[in-house]
């Protein structure tokens, strides 16, 4: 029998952070709010102490089993953005390029012809920098967190040929060389 080697580690829980798996709902509490996930049948959290400890059914078959992993894995990050929360940034560049804030979507000055605001879930909070070419996001769901900024880098993808466009802060694009250069 397979035992995965990372849902046998136990995810050590703060104090102050509650983790509850009730009819297959895994949801974590703490300091900085509440993230739920769907937990597959078959997988069980036992809390002992300081630390929970997840395991897998022996009649699961060898898909579901993959899973004792995952949830361990998922469950870790829920404790995390509940005690420190993640955070993703993102940069415009281009000639009148800006992010702008409306309400709880971002908008994109000088991209688009027309006002095409991204609409953002409660869940993640936005601010700008000085110059308004820097987007953080912030979150306690990672997973949210990293489909939002993704959607949005792909929504106004770096030009290959200018450098124009959204990229993560810190990412290098590595421009063409234009038609007529030898």
Same mark, same amino acid.
């Given at each position: 029998?397979a035992i995965?080697?990372i849902?046998?580690?136990?995810?050590?829980?703060?104090?102050?952070?509650? /983790? &509850?798996l009730?009819?297959?709902?895994?949801?974590?509490?703490?300091?900085?709010?509440?993230v739920?996930? %769907?937990?597959?049948?078959?997988?069980?959290?036992?809390?002992e102490?300081?630390? #929970? %400890?997840?395991?897998?059914?022996d009649?699961?078959?060898?898909?579901?089993?993959?899973? %004792?992993?995952?949830?361990?894995?998922?469950? #870790?990050?829920? &404790?995390?953005?509940?005690?420190?929360?993640?955070?993703?940034?993102?940069?415009?560049?281009?000639?009148?390029?800006?992010?702008?804030?409306?309400?709880? #979507?971002?908008?994109?000055?000088g991209?688009?012809?027309?006002?095409?605001?991204?609409p953002?879930?409660?869940?993640?909070?936005?601010?700008?920098?000085d110059?308004?070419?820097?987007l953080?996001l912030?979150?306690?769901?990672?997973?949210?967190?990293?489909?939002?900024?993704?959607?949005? %880098?792909?929504? /106004?993808?770096?030009?290959r040929?200018k450098?124009?466009g959204?990229?993560?802060?810190?990412?290098?694009?590595?421009?063409?060389?234009?038609?007529?250069?030898?």
């Amino acid at each position: 029998m397979a035992i995965s080697r990372i849902g046998k580690r136990p995810v050590e829980i703060p104090a102050g952070v509650n /983790v &509850v798996l009730k009819d297959g709902l895994l949801v974590v509490k703490g300091p900085k709010g509440e993230v739920q996930q %769907h937990v597959p049948a078959g997988v069980s959290l036992k809390i002992e102490g300081k630390a #929970a %400890h997840l395991s897998a059914s022996d009649d699961l078959g060898r898909s579901q089993k993959a899973y %004792h992993g995952l949830v361990r894995a998922l469950l #870790a990050n829920m &404790v995390k953005g509940v005690v420190e929360g993640y955070e993703r940034k993102l940069q415009i560049q281009g000639v009148g390029y800006t992010f702008r804030l409306v309400g709880n #979507a971002v908008g994109f000055k000088g991209v688009f012809s027309f006002d095409r605001p991204f609409p953002l879930p409660p869940v993640v909070k936005a601010e700008l920098s000085d110059k308004d070419t820097v987007l953080t996001l912030r979150s306690v769901d990672k997973n949210v967190l990293g489909r939002i900024t993704a959607d949005i %880098h792909r929504m /106004v993808r770096a030009d290959r040929y200018k450098g124009k466009g959204v990229r993560y802060l810190g990412e290098q694009i590595t421009l063409k060389a234009r038609k007529g250069a030898k």
